[in-house]
């Protein structure tokens, strides 16, 4: 029993030293990201593990709560990253709008 | 008796099997070159070694409680993971975090060029992150 717990908790925590390494040198921050969510399976499949050497089952109800939140931060991350929590355009200005007819062109996002 | 004893090694066999799948996902985050092949290496083996660890965990505890909040967890991993890795990636993509000279087929740009919308950033990047992994014009490092 004790070797079998030194060899899966020793490859899990290499497992998670090797996401620590990703998220301290990933250059950027979705890196990090991927790296974090990695670290949380890798925390779900530990204390999965653990039920096995004779831990009490209270833990699963923090396994459960880890593995439909874990997730939440990266989105979240990505969701900031990607610009989709900046806000909306500001309205246009009333002297904007005389500046809209005096211009020729069309709206100017078609042209990015 | 022995189908207790065969149980609980074939349990021991598919902890250490998990392991080494969340041991495959980490070494597969520090060795990879790019973010999309990152998250292949982060999402991919690491669900399945949580599975196989849940599995292991069901057939040696053998209890009708934990097996069924053990599936509920599994469940909600498989649900998420590809939830979290499409959102990461896809902000990835259009910021340039990923180095195209090591795609060997981009449908996303085919898309978007039969789409007639422009592919890649808008101009205006909101604050909070540089673009990292820029394509390189000249050969990878």
């Known amino acids: ?112 | 008796m022995i189908l207790n004893s065969v149980l609980d090694v074939v349990a021991a066999v598919l902890l250490v099997t998990g392991a080494l799948f969340g041991l495959t996902a980490g070494i597969g985050l520090v060795r990879f070159p790019d973010l999309l092949t990152r998250m292949h290496a982060g999402t991919k083996p690491q669900v399945l070694g949580v599975l196989l660890s849940a599995v292991g965990v069901t057939l040696a505890v053998r209890s009708a409680m934990v097996t069924g909040l053990l599936l509920v967890v599994v469940l909600l991993q498989v649900i998420t993971a590809p939830v979290s890795a499409h959102m990461v990636s896809r902000v990835g993509y259009r910021r340039d975090n990923v180095r195209r000279d090591l795609l060997s087929f981009d449908q996303l740009a085919q898309a978007t060029e039969a789409l007639g919308r422009p592919s890649g950033t808008s101009g205006e990047d909101p604050p909070g992150d540089t673009p990292a992994d820029a394509p390189p014009a000249a050969s990878p490092t």
Do not use: K, N, W
């Not at chain 1, 998220?23 to 949380?40: F, H, I, K």
């Not at chain 1, 399976?41 to 593995?67: E, H, N, P, R």
């Not at chain 1, 709008?97 to 990015?112: F, L």
């Open chain 1, 1 to 112: 029993m004790i070797p079998l717990a030194v060899v899966v908790f020793g490859l899990l925590s290499v497992a998670a030293v090797l996401c620590l390494v990703r998220l301290g040198r990933g250059p950027s921050m979705l890196d990090r990201v991927v790296a974090t969510d990695s670290l949380l399976a890798l925390v779900v499949t530990g204390l999965a593990a653990s039920l096995f050497f004779g831990v009490d089952s209270t833990v699963l109800t923090a396994l459960v709560v880890v593995s439909m939140l874990g997730f939440v931060g990266s989105v979240s991350v990505a969701r900031y990253v990607g610009g989709m929590l900046t806000e909306a355009d500001p309205e246009p200005e009333p002297g904007a709008e005389s500046r809209d007819e005096a211009e020729p062109a069309g709206p100017s996002e078609e042209q990015r």
